[in-house]
Structure formats: C-alpha cells, structure tokens
T-cell receptor, first 113, second 115 residues
Framework: ETGVTQSPTHLIKTRGQQVTLRCSSQ?????VSWYQQALGQGPQFIFQ???????GRGNFPPRFSGLQFPNYSSELNVNALELDDSALYLC????????????FGPGTRLTVL | KQEVTQIPAALSVPEGENLVLNCSFT??????LQWFRQDPGKGLTSLLL?????REQTSGRLNASLDKSSGRSTLYIAASQPGDSATYLC??????????????FGSGTQLTVLP
C-alpha cells in the first residue's frame, strides 16, 4: 500500500509569485485535505476535496485554491505569494469510512523571500 | 469556533520517567480525537485515534484518554526513551462548513527525553 506523497519537498519563491504543490493520496482514499503549518504552530485547515469538488474551507483567502483529479491526487495553488505564506504545507488523505482517520504526507516546505 | 489547547508547551524529562501530556478543546461536538507525533521539519505520524464514543485507546507504551463532556484528553507515555523526543500534537475532527471533516490542532507539546 502506497502512502501519501507530496512534491516538491522544498520550494523557495519570491513575494508576488505563484506556486503549485502536489499530493498523491493513499490507495483507496477519495478525500484530500490541505493544511498550513507555520513554525511553532499547529496545522491550520485550508480546504478539503472530495470527488473533485471542494467541500469545506478554512479561513484562507481566495488566492489559495485547489484541484482534485479523477485519480484523487490533488494540487494546492497559491497566487500572489506573501511573506507570511512561508510554512510547511501538509496534505492528508482519507476515506469516508466511519473512523475518519486522516493520513498525512511528509509536507512541502515553502519559503517566500 | 473550536479551539484546542495543549499544556505544557514544552517538557523535558529524564529517560525512564512516565509522563502525561494534556489537551483541551472547547466544543464537545467532535467526531474523534487524534494524537500525532511530529519530528522536526517532518510530516505527522498518527499515534492514537479515539472515537467520540470511546474513553481510551492504547498502543504499546502509549495510552490516550478522552473525556468529551469536560473537553479533555491526555496522552500517557510510559517509561520514556530518548527516541520519544518530538512534538506531540492533539487534534479533534469535526464537520466544518459543507460536509468536510476538518481537523483542528493544538500548538503541540515539545517533548525532550534526556538520556
């Protein structure tokens, strides 16, 4: 069974640029969630995708957007990068079973200069 | 709005000691509660998951309890080892806007076990 994978591992961008982060969900999972973790903080929920539709969103501006593909992999896009977007971005996949466990990938470290 | 608090923020103990990490949450309408481990710069490893109808879960030297009515959970680590050094995060799962099942995390407890 393949776990959750994310790419790239690290990324450096400058303010105002755009970035795309990628996530491959675990086999058998149809739901992907994205979280932002600033240094020294717990992860914050960005949004969740289920069957290619966004079905929930946290307190993040519209410049954070996403996609989910028919194979349930997902992208997180961030436009007009700001310095405060520097963080570890975590992807989690899950099924819609009764347990509700989310399985996390290793994350992408984004640095905005 | 759900808020999750973890106390203490940091903890340093000698090897072999038993320890307890605390987590509290403000809204008892949760689906489950999970404890995660995070090593520096890495992703999250799930340690224990307690369903809202359960009181505790055990895995090896770890035991987690849940008191939903009081909004509290504890993670007990027995006979701590230097390899247990990491940040431990508590998170509650609930339904957010739409039909999403969303995790709300505490800020974590940074544990250091001294050899």
């Amino acid at each position: 069974e393949t776990g959750v994978t994310q790419s790239p591992t690290h990324l450096i961008k400058t303010r105002g640029q755009q970035v795309t982060l990628r996530c491959s969900s675990q086999s058998g999972h149809n739901t992907v969630s994205w979280y932002q973790q600033a240094l020294g903080q717990g992860p914050q929920f960005i949004f969740q995708y289920y069957r290619e539709e966004e079905n929930g969103r946290g307190n993040f501006p519209p410049r954070f957007s996403g996609l989910q593909f028919p194979n349930y992999s997902s992208e997180l896009n961030v436009n007009a990068l700001e310095l405060d977007d520097s963080a570890l971005y975590l992807c989690a996949s899950s099924s819609t079973d009764a347990v509700g466990r989310q399985f996390f990938g290793p994350g992408t470290r984004l640095t905005v200069l | 709005k759900q808020e999750v608090t973890q106390i203490p923020a940091a903890l340093s103990v000698p090897e072999g000691e038993n320890l307890v990490l605390n987590c509290s949450f403000t809204d008892s309408a949760i689906y489950n509660l999970q404890w995660f481990r995070q090593d520096p710069g890495k992703g999250l490893t799930s340690l224990l998951l307690i369903q809202s109808s359960q009181r505790e879960q055990t895995s090896g030297r770890l035991n987690a309890s849940l008191d939903k009515s009081s909004g509290r959970s504890t993670l007990y680590i027995a006979a701590s080892q230097p390899g247990d050094s990491a940040t431990y995060l508590c998170a509650v799962l609930r339904f957010s806007s739409g039909s999403a099942r969303q995790l709300t995390f505490g800020s974590g407890t940074q544990l250091t076990v001294l050899p």
